[in-house]
């Protein structure tokens, strides 16, 4: 058979047309026959008509629509807690007890009762849902912080005959718009009492007031029962404001208290009953009470309603003795699985102890004894020091001083009685320095740089080692808030008692005695957020004071749930790994503010107060919570400054920087730079009393200044206080350690 031609080497090859507009005729014979691998793949979908994409969209819209119903059905109603309201006037001088009148008498199937503290309920069976209004102390900061950060909706009631708002309802305003604004609703009364006339904007300055607050709030009219019923409706239908730090918890508002002290008097158990909110409650982790701290609980008990929706339930229970009101144990705590109350870390002194070393450490250090010579240096070097000294091996040096020595034996006879002190000078001299050892290797460039890295875990203070540190802070934050999520007992909604053990009677006694009116709230603790450990967080001065807040001075903060003292440092809030010290806290500014607090997950509101004499608290400034790391590098920045003395060329002498010759040795190996950008280095000491010879890239003025810059890492003060009691005269009594 005949073979066919082959082309050789010397084939002529003539490179293709490189075209990027190509035919669709070309493009389509190139790809005939292939098919994409994501084709092959790919399942076969069914591409949806213009009908069915039409009904896809309605199916989808209807089944958000009945969530969102849904979700607005639950509360109030059924098994769900009531409403909870606070009724806060915007004048101190008003009563809100006029409003609540209008509330209760406003339908005529309302079912109303009142709790022992003094909470109201009205329940609207035609609603199918329950209301609970609580009414702080008015003039008292805190009672209204803490009424605020449980309420669902917060009823701002003011008055057209007085003033709608005086300086009180601004402050009231401010405080609960730094701390989580709850749902808000603002209601004018007295306005049937205005000329008919003048009502109309007699309502609308009413309302050109609120806006400068809340611009989308209207205001409502409140005289008639009407106008209650249009009330309750409002609040029972309105969209939620969803304030994070309380969602992500269980809480509950005491609508019942009760000590029972123990056989020996100095402690006992504190019985709270309310309806739960939030997050499921476990028993064998913490609460905190506000005003008294943080406790274990030994269980949880369910109890019928009483506050049902319907009167025939009510009436049920109004017949039925205390004793017979079915109570049911719903939890018990384990003590084996109960969280521990410790909140500090105890060091143990004997943890970094000698140990025995092995035949490798012995081995290791042998090698490396081997590895290093002698080197003289000045007395009172460091090793950095040392390393930029390049000298000769000690023995060298000692044949050296050999033959000086037979030289001054010759010359014995014409020595005269001057050449004693030059002997006494060179042996003040030679006492001067040591020997040290160096290896061979030698210093490297990047074990000594000008620009080393900081090492957060190097000189920490003592207080390091009292406190807990995350490994990842928003790792560990996501997995906790999921195992809350996926917890299988949920009691939403429940009327419980809770069993909190260990009260000591004193601190109960006297939390009474300041607060008997105040109300009582209680909020579950997530796993560690007893624990101490270094806080950070955001904040912003309010405005209303001018005065610069000065570093280490005792504030008082609120961040989420808890209330306590500390003297906290400020840092600036930027980016990077190190953020420079401030030692004031400037107004209209923002910084952060680090402090050793308990442990608390983020997002939380951060309120900042600070104490005047011979007046109330001030808000000062407000944030959220940045993170709980103690490794936050706040660097101090310390410039000194020196005056050139005489200037010859590229070098100069500087004075007033420093004092001492031991200094200037010290700080030789900084590096110098000068108010007209000039930059240079330390050459040598001059004298005694602090001169020094520099070097420069260019020649000084003589009204040049020249500057070192040192840098220091800043550590906050352990001065942690709790805030246990808080009086209406003076918030700052009562508070212990």
């Known amino acids: 058979m005949q073979q066919a031609h082959r082309p050789g080497t010397l084939k002529q090859s003539n490179k293709v047309h490189k075209s990027r507009h190509r035919s669709k005729r070309s493009v389509t014979s190139a790809v005939k026959g292939k098919i994409s691998i994501k084709d092959v793949v790919r399942r076969n979908r069914h591409i949806l008509k213009k009908e069915e994409r039409r009904h896809q969209a309605n199916q989808i819209r209807k089944n958000k629509r009945e969530e969102v119903l849904s979700k607005k059905r639950a509360l109030g109603g059924g098994r769900n807690p009531p409403f909870l309201v606070c009724v806060v006037p915007l004048n101190a001088q008003l009563d809100v007890q006029s409003a609540l009148a209008i509330l209760r008498t406003c339908s005529e199937g309302a079912v109303v009762s009142q709790s022992e503290n003094g909470i109201l309920h009205i329940s609207l069976p035609n609603f199918k849902q329950r209301f609970s209004f609580i009414c702080p102390e008015v003039d008292n900061d805190f009672s209204l912080l803490d009424a605020l950060k449980i309420a669902d909706t917060a009823l701002f009631v003011c008055s057209a005959l007085d003033e709608p708002m005086d300086e009180w309802g601004e402050r009231v305003l401010a405080l609960a718009m730094a701390q989580g604004m709850p749902t ?47 009330l309750l409706r409002r609040i029972g239908n309105q969209k939620r404001n969803v304030i994070h730090h309380r969602e992500k918890r269980p809480y509950l508002l005491a609508e019942e208290v009760q000590y029972v002290p123990d056989t020996e008097g100095q402690s006992g158990t504190l019985k709270i009953t309310g309806y739960l909110r939030g997050m499921p409650l476990n028993v064998n982790g ?181 406190i807990f540190q995350f490994e990842n802070y928003d790792r560990s934050r996501r997995r906790v808030f999921k195992e809350l999520e996926d917890s299988l007992v949920n009691m939403y909604g429940f009327y419980i008692t809770i069993h909190v053990k260990d009260v000591r009677q004193d601190l109960w006694k006297a939390h009474q005695s300041a607060n008997a ?112 790391n103690p490794d936050r590098l706040i660097i101090k920045r310390i410039v000194l400054s020196g005056h050139p003395y005489k200037v010859h060329k590229k070098s100069a002498v500087i004075r007033f920087m420093f004092f001492n010759r031991d200094d200037v040795i010290y700080f030789k190996p900084c590096k110098l730079r000068t108010k007209y950008g000039r930059t240079g280095h330390i050459k040598e000491p001059l004298g005694t009393h602090g001169h020094m010879k520099c070097v420069f890239d260019g020649q000084l003025k003589s009204q040049d200044t020249v500057l070192l810059s040192l840098y220091k890492r800043m550590f906050p003060k352990w001065n942690y206080e709790n805030c246990i009691v808080t009086d209406k005269g003076s918030q700052s009594e009562g508070m212990e350690a």
């Open 184 to 230: 808000p609703v603002v209601v004018a009364m007295d306005i049937e009492g205005v000329h008919p006339k003048k009502r109309t904007s007699e309502k609308h300055n009413v309302q050109k007031l609120i806006s400068k607050w809340l611009p989308e709030e209207k205001v409502m009219q409140l005289d008639k029962s009407s106008d209650g019923l249009n």
């Open 517 to 628: 009116n105040a109300p009582l709230s209680v909020f579950g603790l997530l796993p560690h957020e007893h624990k101490i450990s270094l806080m950070n967080v955001v904040l912003k001065r309010t405005g209303v004071s001018n005065e610069p807040i000065k570093s280490k001075e005792r504030l008082i903060f609120q961040v989420g749930y808890r209330r306590f003292i500390v003297n906290p440092i400020f840092s600036q809030h930027t980016n990077g790994s190190k953020h420079k010290y401030e030692r004031f806290f400037q107004p209209a500014s923002t910084c952060v503010a680090s402090f050793y607090a308990p442990i608390q997950f983020s997002p939380s509101a951060v309120l900042c107060f600070k104490e005047k004499r011979n007046t109330k608290l001030q808000l000062v400034a407000s944030g959220v919570l940045l993170s709980c």
């Open 286 to 466: 913490l609460v905190h009470i506000t005003g008294l701290g943080d406790f274990q609980m030994s269980q949880i008990d369910g109890l019928d309603d009483p506050h049902p929706l319907n009167s025939k339930d009510n009436s049920k229970l109004d017949s039925m003795d205390a004793e017979v009101v079915k109570r049911t144990v719903l939890q018990v705590a384990d003590p084996a699985k109960q969280e521990s109350l410790q909140c500090e870390n105890v060091p143990d002194p004997m943890d970094a102890e000698q140990t025995w070393p092995t035949e490798e450490d012995i081995e290791q250090a042998n090698i490396e004894t081997k590895n290093k010579k002698m080197k003289r240096i000045p007395k009172g070097w460091s090793d950095y020091q040392a390393a930029w000294i390049v000298e000769s091996d000690a023995e060298g040096e000692g044949s050296d001083d050999g033959s000086e020595e037979d030289e001054d034996d010759d010359n014995e006879d014409f020595m005269s009685c001057e050449e004693d002190n030059s002997d006494q000078e060179e042996k003040e001299a030679d006492n001067d320095f040591e020997s040290v050892t160096e290896s061979e290797v030698g210093p490297t460039d990047e074990k000594y740089k000008m620009t080393s890295s900081w090492d957060p875990k190097e000189n920490l203070p003592e207080d390091y080692a009292r």
